[in-house]
């Protein structure tokens, strides 16, 4: 009989991580036990404050203890790992404030009070007339946290998919709880969820080939076996290509990411911009990792093909943004362009392409929540106000919330003194230092196009005059209030003082292998 | 002592544009005033600036604070840095003087629009644009400027927003601005790849030892930018529409400022031009096109505001040409930026007085008579017309004879396109001048034309002063040449006539304008003729500038977005979702799930695993 080998356990390491999802589970606990006017209360504090704890962890962990593979190699504690999963806990919070929100919409927060209710219905009207919420939301996005903060340190494939589907099941259900809405909301979960469970297993077929190829699925025996090889094998390309894939899809690129526009209009809108900010962010992490990491030795491989979708998603994502009525739309497609730019810095494949991308998830992210937090807050008597034309004269009756929103259109834009411009620039020189100079033109194009789309909605808040149907603007709660503030303030200082950070993802950009 | 100066000029105005936008309504009873406060602070501090400069020898004039260091991505390091030389000094005292003037000028014209707030606050934030444009010790803090000229000028045209024509000429100046931006981004990258660094003096000095194909590469990207921003031919359509905006903006933006922004990128870029004959080729056919294209334009046009700016384009041509000549031109371009600065600033406040007080006509073919109604609005008028037509003394002479004898010391093809230009200016605008203060009264039934109030008429005489003056000053013992030479260098050559000649061609040139535009224009109608010659009906359509534009960088562009969303839409989604409208009831939001579009979805995604799967494996065996 083999003796049973005890993994030993960095449980500091790991901290940030358990604390998020044993705070999930205690979620669970308290919706069973809490009696129902406390829950909604005691929910927050509790995500809040782990969330809170489980961001000082990551500082505290990064300043003490040593890199290298931690639970038994599942996982990896990097530089690159641990600045994501600060991020994804900082838009997390920023994304849960904005959540939080019982303000803006007259009937509560921003999901459906009983989302087991039939939508339109006698048992829906009673639902929202005692003001009943589903406070399931909070546990759920703790858990979909977790496997966001699992996903970006993943070391080998089958942690990165449990990794993935821990963050995609919750995702699936938070899409759906939109309080308006709720068939659209319906469909783009069902959506979702039949065009995530197919990247899934693609994903999982390409580890299975891995597998195959390599006798193991950690990362490290895999970019042994590939640097070892003499001549490249169909088995470990179709991998490559399959893996690649299922990442790609997660990040919204063309042509994987069609769900991207309809799940994002869809969703309640502060999941919209969890989804924008946070999983995009722990996707393009994940996908750094993998194609660095185990498949660094194919780079000759993977490059022409990231080069490819990067472009087509600039250019579509940027286009079709152009052609669109409805705002989350549009930020959507936006959305996806954005994916395209932070491609060319993958693309780029070295330590000088993985700190620029880093920068410019901070950049994107922090910016994207600020303005799906906006788009919260502009409503008509039904609910916000997704179409562009509502959206007329906005500047003339809330000066503040136009000028914040047109500071973040002004980053996407790439304008200087905003992050997105030094976001954009990183990625750029990254590129051309690697020898990307067409893929950098195709991405000023891109950019120049997008440009023309920010400020067309720039216009239409000052410049036109408002119609019958005009939105108003909800007064926000301080939450919604401190998370768009802290979006748009990011947006600001990183623009005009980027320095301290780009130290910051420098010192970082390392992968350990 | 400079640092704290260089700042207070820089964020004087910024200050000013940042209260005044955000502050809100608080700030309307007092805003314009802080408007006019903060750019007369800034005055103050350029011209204490430029009493330091004097004050030094010409070798330790030019002085360069680091603020802090920008960014630093990989070997790049750009410093937020400020730079203030004999070039950027001028600019800044263009800048700040003429700004000023233009402010308080405004304070009348925009008296009754409710807004007027939020116009000078604009307006500040367009000069602090302006002023870290040409302040900028790098190319990258250039291109912040060079933004935020574009987003302020953006802001200004489309200030009447509710006229369309405002929205659409806004729009239209900036995506043609952007078509020059894009020049500008590649020109820096293609600096950070080739030189490893965008700051002026990195640049220059790198250039040097750059393969022959860098400098022109470079001088071309250069070229596209400056076209964008200094309307020169094949980018020049925005500005005509460009006058939608309020007539101290034209004056501001589209005649002293922004416009000249170009000519500075060209000049400043001088190390670069210089090393490329070919690129230097390549701005003197764009400026002599443009000083042809903006005189026929202004000559045909009725819209008394578009013809000036057919003469800015023209006149910002001679600029961008002499840029092209080397180091013979590089003096006279900025010594005519300076004077046109003035008189042009000068004429379009004439214009906007007389509109002013003609209800906001500007059709020329409704004014006539008015140098008895408004007589200083006339006298002031009359002043410009003199400097720009070029009669000796008003700045304008000493300016474009310059440019006109350093041209015909290149080659006489540009000389004779200068002489030509030089005979239609005189010929338009003495077309403008007989048609609106002279010859019979073809007023509308209701209109009063009265006298500015003197708000209005101090600044244009302090302007009017300026065109008067300042070209003699700038001559006297060749203070501009001494004065520039040391940063753009500058080489005498004598042109291959005799200098009697020279004049003698150029007067008669004139003179001819002048007697053509004043015997065609002694009894104008009051309707456009429709009857005309094939050349003034192009010219009324701008050349058909918008057609080729439309050709070259619109149709293509819509096309592509409307093959994309129908590919998106159709092919990729399905036919049924092009039927089925977003905002349809419940029933047909269920339908379409059942419709298949999540297995369309589906389809693409295995259809673009399946490519990247080929992709890889081709690349195997290729």
């Not at chain 1, 946070?278 to 660094?296: C, D, I, S, T």
């Amino acid at each position: 009989m083999t003796p049973i080998s005890v993994v030993d356990i960095d449980y500091v390491a790991l901290a940030p991580v358990i604390i998020v999802l044993v705070a999930a589970v205690i979620g669970v606990l308290l919706e069973a036990f809490l009696p129902e006017a406390a829950r909604r209360s005691g929910q927050l504090l509790l995500t809040g404050s782990a969330v809170a704890l489980a961001f000082l962890t990551v500082l505290i962990v990064a300043a003490s203890r040593p890199f290298g593979p931690i639970a038994g190699g599942s996982l990896m504690l990097d530089g690159p790992g641990l600045f994501l999963q600060g991020l994804i806990l900082l838009t997390s919070g920023t994304a849960i404030l904005i959540m939080a929100d019982r303000r803006v919409d007259p009937g509560g927060d921003a999901f459906a009070g009983r989302v087991s209710t039939l939508p339109g219905g006698e048992e829906e009207r009673e639902v929202s007339r005692r003001g009943l919420m589903q406070t399931e939301v909070w546990p759920l996005m703790l858990f979909c946290i977790g496997g966001l903060l699992l996903f970006v340190t993943s070391n080998d494939l089958l942690t990165l998919f449990i990794a993935l589907e821990i963050l995609s099941l919750p995702l699936y259900l938070l899409v759906g709880m939109a309080r308006r809405r709720r068939l659209l909301s319906q469909e783009a979960a069902l959506k979702y969820f039949l065009m995530g469970a197919l990247a899934s297993a693609i994903l999982l077929f390409g580890s299975a080939l891995a597998y195959a190829y390599a006798g193991t699925i950690e990362f490290a025996g895999i970019a042994e076996r590939i640097s070892e090889r003499t001549t490249a094998n169909t088995l470990v390309i179709a991998a490559v290509a399959l893996i690649l894939v299922g990442l790609l899809f997660k990040i919204g690129a063309v042509p994987f990411g069609q769900w991207v526009p309809d799940v994002y209009q869809g969703a309640p809108t502060p999941v919209t911009g969890f989804m924008a900010a946070a999983v995009k962010v722990a996707a393009v992490g994940a996908l750094l990792r993998v194609l660095y990491v185990p498949f660094g030795g194919m780079r000759w491989e993977w490059e022409p093909v990231l080069w490819i979708v990067a472009s087509l998603t600039m250019l579509i994502g940027s286009l079709v943004a152009l052609a669109q009525s409805d705002i989350k739309r549009m930020l959507a497609y936006s959305s996806i362009a954005n994916a395209g730019f932070i491609l060319i810095g993958v693309a780029a494949a070295d330590q000088v392409g993985l700190s620029s991308v880093l920068f410019y998830l901070l950049a994107y992210s922090v910016a994207t929540l600020a303005a799906f937090g906006i788009v919260t807050m502009v409503r008509v008597p039904t609910g916000e106000a997704t179409s562009l034309e509502q959206w007329a004269g906005i500047g003339r009756r809330s000066p503040l919330l136009a000028t914040a929103f047109s500071l973040i259109l002004l980053s996407f834009a790439g304008i200087p003194l905003t992050a997105g411009f030094i976001a954009k620039f990183g990625v750029f020189t990254a590129a051309i230092t690697a020898g990307a100079l067409p893929l950098v033109i195709v991405g000023i194009v891109a950019s120049a196009i997008a440009a023309a789309l920010y400020v067309r909605i720039i216009v239409r808040m000052y410049f036109t005059d408002p119609v019958s149907a005009s939105a108003g603007v909800a007064s926000p709660s301080p939450l919604t209030v401190a998370g768009v503030g802290l979006g748009v303030a990011l947006t600001v200082i990183l623009g005009v003082f980027p320095q301290p950070v780009l130290n910051l993802v420098e010192q970082t950009s390392i992968f350990v292998r | 002592m400079t640092t704290t100066l260089l700042l207070l000029v820089l964020l004087a105005p910024a200050l000013g544009a940042a209260v005044l936008l955000l502050g809100g309504r608080r700030t309307n009873a007092w805003g314009p005033l802080a408007a006019i406060g903060v750019m007369g602070a800034a005055t103050a501090g350029a011209l204490a600036l430029f009493g330091a400069m004097l004050t030094r020898p010409a070798a330790e004039r030019p002085v360069g604070v680091l603020l802090y260091e920008w960014l630093a991505v990989g070997d790049l390091r750009v410093p937020f840095g400020l730079y203030l030389d004999q070039l950027s000094m001028s600019f800044v005292l263009l800048i700040t003087i003429v700004g000023t003037l233009i402010h308080v000028y405004s304070l009348g014209y925009m008296a009754h629009d409710p807004d007027r707030r939020l116009f000078f606050g604009y307006l500040n934030l367009f000069v602090a644009a302006m002023l870290l444009l040409v302040l900028a010790d790098n190319y990258l803090l250039l291109y912040v400027g060079w933004e935020g000229v574009g987003l302020a000028s953006y802001l200004l045209i489309g200030f009447y927003r509710r006229r369309a024509s405002a929205a659409t000429a806004a729009k239209k100046a900036f995506l043609i601005n952007r078509v020059g931006d894009f020049g500008l981004s590649v020109a820096i990258m293609v600096m950070f790849t080739m030189i490893g660094a965008v700051t002026f003096s990195a640049v220059d000095a790198g250039i040097v030892a750059m393969p022959g194909w860098v400098p022109l590469v470079l001088g071309l990207l250069l070229l596209l930018a400056a076209a964008g921003k200094s309307a020169q031919f094949p980018l020049q359509a925005w500005l005509f529409d460009a006058m939608e905006g309020p007539t101290p903006v034209s004056a501001l933006i589209h005649a002293a400022t922004m416009v000249t922004a170009g000519v500075y990128l060209i000049v400043r870029s001088a190390a670069i031009y210089d090393l490329s004959e070919t690129a230097r080729t390549a701005v003197i056919v764009v400026g002599g096109i443009s000083i042809l294209f903006g005189a026929i334009v202004g000559s045909a046009r009725d819209d008394i505001k578009k013809a000036l700016a057919g003469s800015t384009m023209s006149q910002i041509g001679y600029m961008v040409l002499a840029a092209g000549l080397g180091p013979i031109g590089y003096v006279f371009a900025i010594f005519h930026l300076l004077t046109h600065g003035f008189f042009k600033a000068n004429l379009f406040l004439g214009a906007g007085s007389v509109m002013h007080g003609m209800n906001d006509e500007v059709n020329m073919r409704r004014y006539g008579g008015l140098a008895w109604v408004m007589r200083l609005t006339f006298i002031t008028f009359l002043i410009g017309y003199l400097a720009i037509i070029g009669v000796p003394p008003f700045a304008g002479f000493y300016s474009k004879d310059s440019i006109i004898e350093a041209a015909l010391a290149h080659s006489w093809t540009a000389g004779i396109v200068a002489w030509l230009g030089a005979g239609l200016t005189a010929m338009y605008m003495t077309r403008m001048v007989m048609m609106t203060f002279l010859t019979k009264r073809r007023w509308q039934p209701d209109a009063h034309p009265h006298e500015s109030p003197p708000v209005m008429i101090i600044p244009m005489a302090l302007l009017a002063l300026g065109s008067a003056v300042l070209g003699y000053l700038l001559v006297m013992n060749d203070a501009f040449e001494h004065w520039l030479e040391p940063v753009t260098g500058f080489v005498h050559e004598d042109p291959p006539l005799a200098m009697p000649i020279v004049y003698g061609i150029t007067f008669g040139v004139v003179g001819l304008g002048v007697l053509i535009g004043v015997l065609a224009n002694l009894h104008p109608a009051a309707e456009a003729p429709t009857r005309v010659n094939p050349l003034v009906r192009a010219a009324r359509a701008d050349l058909y500038g918008d057609a080729i534009n439309e050709g070259l960088f619109m149709r293509p562009g819509q096309v592509l977005t409307a093959a994309t969303v129908i590919t998106d839409r159709r092919i990729v989604d399905g036919a049924v979702m092009a039927v089925a409208d977003l905002s349809t009831g419940a029933g047909d939001q269920l339908r379409r799930v059942e419709n298949g579009f999540v297995r369309s979805y589906s389809l693409a995604l295995v259809a673009g695993a399946v490519i990247v799967l080929a992709a890889l494996l081709l690349l195997r065996i290729a």
